[in-house]
Each structure stands twice: as structure tokens, then as C-alpha cells.
């Protein structure tokens, strides 16, 4: 209940977890740069992970303000260890091939972007106010992934096989996605924040009317793997952090 949690805490909270989502994202997509399968893809694929970033860096700036303490993005996004970052698990994974990334992409792009919609009407004016800059880019976001989930699913046979066991194996990570804890219920009791449970039921409809469109079945669903949220991280968040904070940890207070 809201009552029970520190408004200004669940602030501070939320915005962290949107930016450690941004930012987490947006690293992931820029290890891809020089491996996309055509030109037109490796230059989207740059464009979109400087957009995570770029959201990352507000979402922190934000943070910052709420926290009072004179931490900086860079403090946030470099000088924390792996239990401080909260952002969803399906995000940190490794890519995988082409395919893995797709579904990826499809899956999280269609839980943010209902995200952002419920965010532009919250009473958090800081957080409104980035929804509706990041939401713009996450829209063109979709709509790029989206139809090349379409155009591998409804391909040939093999990337049809593909993008299938992608969808299987990175299903089990989605739940995370809705399951809403006392930070979600404050910002949405007391501040008019996203609420999951509706968004669960639009983002069902909305990633199954893709996979309709890219003939591919909607998985069962099944036990669901999380704890990202809360700290919790698998074995690839080390050196996820180890390969992006290397030079910042090397060169401690270095401006750039």
C-alpha cells in the first residue's frame, strides 16, 4: 500500500529502475554494433541503443535531484556494484543471434511503451516529463522490431525455428515485468503511476497480435524467473558491468 512506503523513497526508486532498464538495454544493443545482418539494421541498432542511453541519463538526472545527495549519471550508471542496479533480467541476458535480440526487443519494447502512456498522465511531473520525450523513440522502436519479428517469423522454415525457441526461452523472463511491488503500488496509489495488472492485460493483446501477424503461438504461460527488481541478478550482470564500467574504475573522477 502506499501508506506503508515513502512517497519521495518510491520516486527515487522508480526512476532508478526505468533508468537501470535504459541503460542495461542500451548497453546490450551497443555490443551489436558491426554485427547486424545488413547496413540499413547496424545503423537503426547504434540509433537505437544512443536512445536508451540518452534516457538512461535523464531518468538518472532525475534520480539525483530526488536523492539530494549530489550523485551524477555517471554515478548511478558507473560506480554501482551489481546489487544496487534494478532492472529486469530479460534485459541484461546476453544477445544471443539476430533472433534472440528481436524478441527481446518485442517483448520489453511492448511492456515500455504502455509504461510510458500510463506515466505521461502521473502526477510526478519528472517522470511525465520524460515519458513524453522517451516515448516518441520507443514508438519508431516497436514499430522497427516489430515488423522484423514479423518478417523472420513469417519467413523461411529456419528462421521461423529460430525466432520460435527465442520466444520459448525468453517467455519465462516477462513475468518480472508485472509483478508489481510496494514501489509500484505507492507511484501508483499516490501518483497516479502505471498500473500492471491493466497493462498486463493491453501488452498480452498487443505482443499477440504480432506474433499472430509473424505466424507464432503465444507460449503457455509458466514459472517465471525475477529478482532483478529487487538486486538479484544472474551471472551475466558481472561482466556486463565489468566490460562497461572498466574505464571509469580505472580512472576514478575522469571527466568526459
Not at 28 to 56: C, F, K, M, W
Request: with cysteine; hydrophobic share 40%; aromatic share 8%.
Amino acid at each position: 500500500m502506499a501508506t506503508q512506503m515513502n512517497i519521495e523513497q518510491a520516486r527515487l526508486t522508480y526512476a532508478l529502475r526505468l533508468g537501470d532498464n535504459a541503460l542495461v538495454l542500451g548497453q546490450r544493443l551497443i555490443e551489436l554494433v558491426t554485427h547486424q545482418p545488413e547496413l540499413e539494421e547496424e545503423l537503426a541498432n547504434a540509433n537505437i541503443s544512443l536512445d536508451y542511453i540518452g534516457q538512461a541519463r535523464m531518468y538518472y538526472s532525475c534520480a539525483g535531484e530526488l536523492e539530494g545527495k549530489g550523485r551524477t549519471e555517471d554515478d548511478f550508471a558507473l560506480l554501482r556494484d551489481s546489487g544496487e542496479y534494478q532492472n529486469l533480467l530479460l534485459l541484461e541476458l546476453p544477445n544471443g543471434h539476430f533472433g534472440d535480440t528481436i524478441v527481446r526487443q518485442v517483448l520489453f519494447d511492448s511492456f515500455y511503451i504502455l509504461q510510458l502512456e500510463a506515466l505521461l498522465g502521473c502526477d510526478d511531473a519528472g517522470l511525465a516529463e520524460i515519458a513524453a520525450r522517451a516515448i516518441k523513440e520507443v514508438r519508431y522502436h516497436l514499430r522497427h522490431v516489430s515488423l522484423w519479428l514479423i518478417r523472420l517469423g513469417d519467413g523461411t522454415q529456419e528462421s521461423h525455428a529460430r525466432v520460435s525457441q527465442s520466444l520459448l526461452d525468453l517467455w519465462r523472463y516477462t513475468g518480472e515485468m508485472f509483478s508489481g511491488d510496494a514501489v509500484d503500488d505507492c507511484l501508483r496509489d499516490a501518483c497516479n503511476g502505471p498500473d500492471l495488472a491493466r497493462i498486463q492485460v493491453e501488452w498480452r493483446s498487443n505482443v499477440n497480435a504480432v506474433l499472430a501477424e509473424a505466424t507464432l503461438a503465444m507460449p503457455e504461460d509458466e514459472w517465471m524467473i525475477g529478482g532483478g527488481r529487487q538486486g538479484v541478478h544472474t551471472e551475466h550482470m558481472g561482466f556486463l558491468l565489468a566490460e562497461m564500467q572498466h574505464v571509469q574504475r580505472a580512472c576514478p573522477g575522469a571527466s568526459w
